[in-house]
């Protein structure tokens, strides 16, 4: 694989390997570190990131001693101290941080571990899904549930009228807030300029796990950020089980600024234990997460910065827009297409534009480092760990924007990897509604009215809805074929079965077209097209997402925390030179030399796996 001439002339080794010759110490490089164990007990994630120092011992000689990554003007000292007293450096050696971190990271894999799995369930109990549900709630649901069963055992008619209006108040509910969002209007992006030599440290994290043969292209992907190498620090977090993406890791061996993080095997077996366990290693001010899959804009890290140095001081996190680009591959990548452009064009701007509370996507989430520790991180025990974090954060009283930047996505295109990866964010929704409604007066009081029915929206209504899709269908479908068969059956009934009648025609096109608006407003923003037979095929993706959502329930109760793998890999990918906005390519910003990326007007306003 062809690599940028930047990667190349990145040599971090090179001015230590010359410091130590003049000064007559030795240089420890990776291969010759392999023979040493740092001592003492474990460092502090400072430490760990720092890569500064450590004590060491040579497992062939039993040796004690130092090693150092110094400065210039650490060896500035140095050199002067050697003048007065030669004898000074003995029992210094000279690594790269790099070379420090690993060793100090296998010294604390314990410690680590146990923070990644315990750290947010000691420091928030209330915020953790390590359990599914409180006494109380458990108590609340078997209540719940008896009395539905007996309403419907007792008043089978009366109760299925009911569910009826329940079920079509949930649907107006959601479909009016698809509607509303679909008719606002975003502004124009604002140029936004950013500080050439003034750019941080920006940390990359990526999980991985059964991801050997799209490697290369993840590393080619990466490669393309247009970013200082020095400033970049890139974890690829692979799990210690997974022999198979660990040697092509090995093979390929991108060198600096890549690490390879190895997670020890422990359950939960989840992405976020993953990002848990690599957090404390993280070197950068700035965390963005990236998939296996992902080819993110090169300007990305960039336009994110920018967006935190225009928004308000409590900008948390910034959503990268996220594009199908297999979506000619099937039915089921094409409508996943339509949902993501509703979701990152449409739905995510809208509550950005509002300061609602944003359910993150899975990847492409830039974080302020400090913001993220304060929340807790990413909680291991929860399969949508973003829609979760984002509510988290919200409740923190930090704001999340989108950004006009995309990370281009493959979907899934059979219906085997399709529903696994649905019903695991279904189940993942359910986790999260539970969790927070632990304590629902308290989450209303602290994101108010209009972020609390925001989330029931994106959550438990969002999971509902697909629930009884089918149901509400046929009943439709039953209607509407009965009316056409015999349209004076109307006749003789009684005012309430008109009145039920129309409610569920009306709740039918509302949906439909409330699903429409939204998809054809995304898809335009995003200049590309629906296939007709697809919008008339939209109930048929519904009975889809009821399936998904009917497992979720059935994995919730027995498999809570397990972690469907999504496979990816395929050969229909179309990522177009230079298509990574929704910005005409005239305006954009490109090169280093530009300076001016674009943030999307939500910027100015003010919770995806």
Known sequence: MNRPDTFDAYDPEAPLRAAARRLGVAFIDADEAQHLIA????????????????????????????????GARDIAALSALVDHSPEALQGLAFATTRTIRTLLRDRARPALLRLAIDGLSHRFPAYSARLTL???????????????????????????????????IIFLIAMIARIAAATLRMGAPLP?????????????????????????????ALDRLDYPRRLLDIKLIVEEDDPETRAALADLNPGAPYEVIVVPKAAPRTKPKALAYA??????????????????????????????????????????????????????????????????????????????????????NHFRRDALVAVGGWDPFNVT???????RLARAGWKVDVIDSVTHEEAPAGIGAWSGQRSRWFKGWLQTWLVHMRQPL?????????????????????????????????????????????PEVLIGLSFGS?????????????????????????????????????????????ICLSWGAWRAVYDLILFPHRWVKTPHGSQKRQIISGDYKTTPQSDRATGLTAGKPFLSSSGKGGWSG
């Not at 994630?45 to 150092?68: I, K």
């Not at 009395?147 to 209006?165: E, K, M, Q, T």
């Not at 009943?475 to 015999?486: H, I, K, M, P, T």
């Not at 054809?520 to 097209?529: F, K, N, P, Q």
Request: proline share 7%; charged share 15%; aromatic share 8%.
């Open 134 to 168: 409180m006494p109380a709630q458990t108590t609340a649901l078997v209540v719940c549930g008896a009395a539905l069963a007996l309403s419907v055992f007792a008043f089978p008619l009366v109760s299925a009228i009911l569910i009826n209006i329940l079920a079509a």
């Open 39 to 70: 001592v003492g007990p474990a460092a502090p994630p400072s430490v760990l990131r720092s890569g500064r120092s450590c004590r060491v011992t040579d497992t062939r000689s039993v040796r004690v001693f130092t090693l150092s990554a110094p």
């Open 279 to 364: 957090l404390p290693l993280a070197r950068g001010d700035h965390v963005v997460i990236y998939d296996a899959e992902d080819r993110p804009d090169p300007l990305q890290l960039r336009i994110a910065l920018a967006a935190f140095a225009k928004g308000p001081e409590r900008l948390a996190c910034v959503q990268a827009k996220l594009v199908i680009d297999n979506r000619g591959e099937s039915f089921l990548t094409r409508q996943f297409f339509c949902e993501y452009a509703a979701l990152f064009e449409v739905f995510l701007p809208a509550l950005a534009l509002f300061g609602l509370p944003i359910p993150l996507g899975g990847t492409s």
């Open 192 to 220: 936004v300029p950013y500080a050439e030599d003034n750019l941080p440290v920006y940390s990359v994290l990526v999980p991985l796990y059964r991801e050997a043969e799209g490697i290369a292209g993840l590393i080619e």
């Open 385 to 391: 760990e973003d829609a979760d974090l984002g509510l």
């Open 498 to 542: 008109h009145a039920l009648i129309a409610l569920n025609m009306t709740v039918f096109l509302i949906g439909w077209a409330g699903t429409l608006a939204i998809a054809l407003a995304g898809v335009e923003r995003r200049g590309a097209a629906i296939r007709p037979g697809d919008l008339a095929l939209l109930p048929l993706y519904w």
């Open 442 to 486: 308290t989450l209303l009081g602290e994101i108010g009215p209009a972020g609390f029915i925001t989330f029931q929206v994106v959550s438990i209504i969002a999971v509902i809805s697909a629930l009884l899709h089918p149901f509400f269908f046929l009943v439709s479908l039953g209607v509407f074929s009965a009316l056409l068969a015999d």
